[in-house]
């Protein structure tokens, strides 16, 4: 299975975020991340050079898990966190359940930012009628367990091999 996910570590060693492989090679060129893993029989080339893809970078500096979404929080991840399930789909009236958006539980334009813990996979009744007001406002809960306790994102089945020493073990 041809992957373009790039396993991003913290300093510690504790998986942070997936990133697409164009921004890991971003990353190495610029030296914030040094290359834990590459991916066997896959390599990238250059007019001139070869190097090995990239499956696992770690971070030289601590970024907190916060923050972490400067390095790209992908659509795709928080979706499937959230098992493509609508997170407002217990309180919602007009919950369709599956999930095809992202949504901030936080609007943007009240302060909410683009953190993992802030984004949940949403149907999009649902986000189109939440638009810009709070849970609060709405009387409104999240259906799943909060996000800011619910990464890391991985399926231990179905992440690349390289991977895999480096992701806490499913319970
Ligand atoms: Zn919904």
Redesign the pocket.
Known sequence: MANDQVLVLNVSYEPVILIHWHRAICLVMAEKVTVEAVEDGRALRSATAEFPYPAVVRLRRYVPATRASSLGCSRRSVLRRDGFL????AS?P????R?ASVDHVVPRSRGGGDEPTNLVA??????QLKANRTLRELGWSLHRVDPAHAMPLFDLEDVPVAWRPFLPVAA
């Open positions: 609508c997170a407002y789909r919602s007009v919950c369709a359940t999930a949403a149907c999009v009744p649902c986000n």
